[in-house]
């Protein structure tokens, strides 16, 4: 089953916006991740963020995590047209496994 | 550059004829995984192994197997493939401090079932 379930499935910004994607979860977990994939391609690390974390910065991003809540979420600002790509929350389980929700498709207009 | 390298990076083969897809890397991280992921969805876990030891997830049909000769390389066969199979196929490493830590994935192979 799906661990990591993200909120909006698709997102349409212009450039130079923020963008905000949500995550959640069902059980307990190690670390949560978030992943990038542009269209046909393998996915690209983006960010780590543990457990005993409530907030994690890297450039243009920024990830907080709520445990009480199981909810996660990734904010890029000052979106670029590069940035179009899908976002994909991977929370890591008890077992060390990374479960991928289906994640959001991010379209930043030029 | 230290990468995850998948060949071919398009698979195309027909219904039950049996394929290999194949994964290497140069990053020396002892853990090697298989994802599958159709078509907007989420990837899903097919195997993964830490060294040698092989780790299948309850739910991977048997038609799929995994083979890992040396620290480097690791491939997926499927034996008979259908046209539910049609999908990417995504490898992935990790380091060896342990399970908990990034994962590195490659381009991918596309395939394709006729």
């Known amino acids: 089953s799906q661990q990591g379930e993200e909120d909006p499935q698709a997102l349409s910004i212009q450039e130079g916006e923020n963008a905000t994607m949500n995550c959640s979860y069902k059980t307990s977990i190690n670390n949560l991740q978030w992943y990038r994939q542009n269209s046909g391609r393998g996915l690209v690390h983006l960010i780590l963020?543990?457990?005993?974390?409530r907030e994690k910065h890297s450039g243009r991003l920024r990830v907080t995590l709520d445990t009480s809540k199981k909810s996660s979420s990734l904010l890029i600002t000052a979106s670029r047209a590069a940035d179009t790509a899908s976002y994909f929350c991977?929370?890591?389980?008890?077992?060390?496994?990374?479960?991928f929700g289906s994640g959001t498709r991010l379209l930043v207009r030029p | 550059d230290a990468m995850v390298i998948q060949n071919p990076r398009y698979q195309v083969t027909q219904f039950g004829k049996p394929v290999t897809l194949s994964c290497s890397q140069t990053?020396?991280?002892?853990?090697m995984y298989w994802y599958q992921q159709k078509s907007s969805q989420a990837p899903k876990l097919l195997f993964h192994?830490?060294?040698?030891?092989?780790?299948n997830e309850a739910d991977t049909p048997d038609n799929f197997q995994s083979r890992r000769p040396n620290t480097s390389f690791c491939f997926l066969d499927i034996r008979s493939p259908g046209l539910g199979d049609a999908a990417m196929y995504l490898c992935a490493t990790s380091s060896n401090t342990g399970l908990g830590d990034t994962q590195y994935f490659g381009p991918g192979t596309r395939l394709t079932v006729l």
């Open positions: 192994y830490y060294d040698k030891d092989f780790n």
């Open positions: 990053l020396n991280h002892n853990v």
């Open positions: 991977a929370p890591m389980d008890s077992s060390y496994k990374l479960i």
């Open positions: 963020i543990r457990s005993n974390e």
